[in-house]
DNA sequence: GGTATTATATGACAAAGTCATATAAGGTGA
DNA sequence: TCACCTTATATGACTTTGTCATATAATACC
């Protein structure tokens, strides 16, 4: 795989291989709308369902309670502050109509991005089955 | 569906919701290097081949000749001037070997995300189905 | 009291995408 | 010749998404 050439290295460290190279991004908000409305959960718990399941993205902390601030900016999202039985005060999130409605949307645009990316795979496919036997 | 609440709109302009929003991105670089595998071209006409069929993703001028020119930084594709038959002289990509080695990882990157993606439609469907009946 | 765990959060930055606009060569018609 | 259109490449300012490092604070435990 090549290395970014764009980025220069820290001071004395080694190059640092671009981590979003190779990703399609923009898809950490519907899961946490989704997540959110299996049951309400705080950022700590969504961390951890995120980390469970390799089909999901992995996420950064900084980014999911930043994302969860937006969603709530935006009306998506409600959250309160719930002293759990243990621990310190955690923020409860839950997902507003608007947020299913937004939800219901981010699901068709997902709908055509993995058909798109279907149609990626088979133009791909194509090209190398039938290039592979004459080069 | 709901509209951003982050961006101000310019003086006297309406308010333009965020066209990013609600799409999955990230998926510009191997489209370019699967079409000029499939035949060189000049960016002009990248931004006509992109836009031609509905199944690709759209793409932005600024994005296209800019990202052609960091594929070519990282060696992943190599460039030479063509006089074409009429109009200004054009700049010509093609794929290098680096660049197809970068394309298998990219594919089989977007593999798994497309497989991500059909776990996310999954439990969605999987959510309303049980749930439009109860509420 | 000191340390680990739980929990939320911010700052600096990189990467991808959007929108507007600049620049220039070449073609065409008045 | 000049104005104007098409073809073609490119840059600047900005937003959004994601990464990495680190700060902060309450609670639990020894």
Redesign the interface.
């Known amino acids: ?6 980025q220069r290295p820290r001071e004395g460290e080694a190059h640092r291989c671009c981590p ?8 950490v908000r ?2 946490l709308l ?1 997540l959110l ?2 049951h309400p959960s705080h950022g700590y718990e969504l961390l951890e369902r995120f980390g469970q399941d390799e ?3 992995g996420i950064d902390p900084g980014l999911l309670y930043r994302t969860l601030r ?1 969603l709530e ?4 999202v409600r959250s309160s502050w719930d002293a759990g039985p243990r621990g310190p005060a955690r923020r409860l999130y839950q997902v507003t109509d ?1 947020g299913i ?3 219901h ?3 068709e ?3 055509a ?9 088979q ?2 496919r194509h ?1 190398f089955d039938r290039g592979e036997g004459n080069e």
């Not at 795989?1 to 764009?6: D, E, L, Q, T, V």
């Not at 991005?113 to 795979?121: A, M, Q």
């Open positions: 795989m090549p290395r970014c050439r764009r979003l190279r190779g990703r399609v991004r923009g898809f519907p899961w989704l409305l299996q089909r999901m993205p937006h900016d935006e009306g998506l608007e409605a937004y939800l949307a981010w699901a645009e997902i709908q991005t993995k058909e798109r990316l279907e149609h990626f795979l133009a791909y090209h």
